[in-house]
């Protein structure tokens, strides 16, 4: 099976912007998690889709949102860009059900200027 | 949200065996002991998953005592490629992965 893909790889906005990351899901897999990491903070989670509705959020502002599609594939919008905005922005998969393994893309480098 | 305890970092040599032991005292009845690992600007990788005993895949093995309050992973013959940083979780249902640290492995040639 092909693993979990992420679009773009990197992304260089501009403070005041806002940028919308995609992620693939394993196929199969109906659970897309989000998560930010910066070396401050380390892995954070941002929120998670199942079945296209929002399961679980963290503790992360409203200028960042997503989506999940009927197809599983996920969206992650954030916007009025920060420079602490700048991180690698982890998707994650699963099938959802109880204790189910996570596994995670290659991530979408941001970097806000 | 549940937290586990790990040393911040670790060296071996090359060909050793490595044991990476996870504290996780408030550990509940429905969790499982997750472990990934993740090289620089990557997603982490999921190595290994256990509830209690052992647990042995291609990569590694963990150890879990009954009373499931610590783990141990195991990584046989390390080599410079496996120089990362170890994720030890506690993920239970449809719950976020709570991560923290890790354990910075460097493996010396």
């Known amino acids: 099976k092909a693993g979990v893909t992420q679009t773009p790889r990197y992304l260089i906005k501009t403070r005041g912007q806002q940028v919308t990351l995609s992620c693939s899901p394993i196929s199969g897999h109906r659970s897309v998690s989000w998560y930010q990491q910066t070396p401050g903070q380390g892995l954070q989670f941002l929120f998670e889709y199942f079945s296209e509705t929002q399961r679980n959020k963290g503790n992360f502002p409203g200028r960042f949102s997503g989506r999940q599609f009927s197809n599983s594939r996920s969206e992650m919008n954030v916007s009025t860009l920060e420079l602490g905005d700048s991180a690698l922005y982890l998707c994650?998969?699963?099938?959802?059900?109880?204790?189910?393994?996570?596994?995670f893309g290659p991530g979408t480098r941001l970097t806000v200027l | 949200l549940a937290k586990t305890t790990q040393p911040i970092s670790m060296d071996s040599y090359e060909g050793q065996e490595v044991n990476i032991t996870c504290s996780h005292n408030n550990i509940a009845t429905n969790d499982y002991i997750t472990w990934y690992q993740q090289f620089p600007s990557q997603g982490p990788r999921f190595i290994i998953q256990g509830y209690k005993t052992k647990v042995t895949n291609e990569v590694a093995s963990l150890f879990i005592p009954a009373d499931r309050k610590s783990s141990t992973l195991s990584l046989p013959r390390v080599s410079l490629s496996d120089t990362a940083v170890y994720y030890c979780?506690?993920?239970?249902?449809?719950?976020?992965?709570?991560f923290g640290k890790g354990t910075r492995l460097s493996v010396i040639a």
């Open positions: 979780l506690m993920n239970s249902g449809n719950t976020p992965l709570v």
């Open positions: 994650a998969s699963s099938s959802g059900t109880t204790s189910d393994t996570q596994y």
